[in-house]
């Protein structure tokens, strides 16, 4: 008996074995079931814009640090006009034109199809000392520069980064609108609670967040996130979340399970928090895991929601308005 016990128990040793091995097999296939659509690619006869940078910028919120950025210019940017602004932490992943997210070619397509506003949008890197080398697809600079202080601070440092550091240089060679409703801010995992704390700190500069796989856990407290929210009056923020249910699960060492630092529930319990206070939210649940593979497939779709109240012309005859929106004249 006790042979035919210990062979019983070897059996289901080999079969949960199995078991786990096809589990992590399908959660290795998840982010590749997704591919980038046609609005992720560059479109024949659709006009490109030009990138400037990288530029760096010293900052004096984090002494000692500097951030490198770049700026997309579309084609459709007049100079005599103002215009709209997106900003995007983790410049280097959202920039990448081999990347996941393909953000230039997107901007592209929608502003030529009028789908957004025309935008300057900014890719801006972390902050990083003279010594330490830039962020790249490999090392988004986690441990190796100041991305985790300034981007899972649960503070107005970063915030301050951008708008009294950045914008400043912005407004002054670019023709952007100063109204909170024409400006955007987005990212990826610590990127994304970024993008998340510049608008809640300074609503009056930003109204729009997209967030991917946003790192709403306690790396720096920002599980607390739904409960301040909850707690807090309503600003006049709206935001896009995006998450899938294999990513970060709270497993900590030695197996414990620990919810605040299970990504999938934190992201929910952000737009549950949200949408109990009234907020102007959208999200979606992917079979993901914690990558910009899911977000940067739905980017468009992100995009055009975000900003699916930019102005339009219901004129019938307006001719310009129902046709594809043709680059200024430089």
């Not at 009028?114 to 697809?137: C, H, K, L, S, W």
């Not at 807090?232 to 900590?252: H, M, T």
Request: glycine share 8%; proline share 6%; aromatic share 10%.
């Amino acid at each position: 008996m006790k042979r035919v016990a210990i062979i019983t128990f070897s059996v289901a040793l080999v079969y949960h074995a199995i078991l786990q091995a096809t589990a992590w097999a399908q959660t290795e296939q998840h982010d590749s079931f997704f591919k980038l659509g046609p609005d992720s690619l560059r479109q024949e006869n659709v006009p490109h814009g030009e990138i400037n940078g990288p530029h760096v910028l010293p900052s004096q919120v984090f002494p000692g640090t500097l951030h490198t950025y770049w700026v997309y210019v579309p084609a459709q940017y007049d100079a005599s006009k103002s215009c709209s602004l997106m900003i995007f932490q983790d410049g280097h992943a959202f920039m990448n034109e081999n990347g996941s997210a393909r953000t230039m070619n997107v901007i592209d397509n929608l502003v030529h199809r009028r789908e957004i506003p025309v935008m300057i949008t900014v890719f801006i890197n972390p902050g990083r000392r003279p010594d330490q080398e830039e962020p790249n697809a490999k090392q988004w600079g986690d441990g190796t520069t100041n991305r985790g202080e300034e981007y899972n601070s649960l503070d107005d440092r970063y915030a301050r980064v951008i708008i009294d550091e950045l914008m400043p240089t912005l407004y002054a060679k670019y023709n952007i609108s100063k109204e909170a409703k024409d400006h955007g801010i987005g990212g990826c995992s610590s990127g994304a609670i970024a993008a998340f704390t510049v608008a809640w700190e300074r609503p009056d500069q930003f109204s729009k967040v997209l967030s991917t796989v946003g790192s709403f856990t306690n790396i720096r407290g920002g599980h607390r996130y739904p409960d301040i929210i909850r707690d807090s009056p309503k600003k006049p923020i709206r935001v896009f979340f995006q998450d899938g249910r294999n990513d970060n699960r709270g497993q900590r060492r030695g197996g414990t399970y620990d919810p605040e630092w299970d990504w999938f529930q934190q992201n929910v319990r952000m737009v549950e928090a949200m949408s109990a206070r009234g907020y102007d939210v959208n999200y979606t649940w992917s079979i993901g895991k914690h990558s910009l593979t899911h977000g940067g497939v739905i980017l468009p779709e992100m995009m055009r929601w975000l900003w699916r109240d930019h102005p339009v012309s219901t004129d019938v005859n307006n001719a310009d308005e129902r046709a594809f929106h043709k680059p200024s004249n430089k």
